[in-house]
């Protein structure tokens, strides 16, 4: 935050701001979702590729999100 004498002119908030225009939907193919998890662990972790279950693979939901329009702005 930026602040000063005058409220209407010196006075400002800092921020970053992302917006996505898109499709997502949810993935149902076993190995898709393999390959969905082990790129979310890459983004956390150095290890793997990890190993899921079917039971994993069953209680899990993958959601792809597939961006066709970005715009961004910061202040």
Avoid: Q
């Avoid at 898109?22 to 979310?40: C, F, M, Q, S, Y």
């Avoid at 994993?56 to 702005?73: F, G, P, S």
Wanted: charged fraction near 25%.
């Amino acid at each position: 935050m930026t602040t000063g004498e005058d409220p209407c002119k010196d006075w400002s908030m800092k921020y970053k701001s992302v917006t996505g225009y898109g499709w997502a939907g949810i993935v149902n193919d076993p190995e898709e979702k393999i390959v969905g998890l082990n790129i979310l662990m890459a983004h956390y972790t150095s290890k793997g590729p990890f190993i899921f279950t079917e039971k994993n693979l069953e209680e899990t939901t993958v959601v792809r999100i597939v961006i066709d329009k970005m715009t961004a702005k910061r202040s």
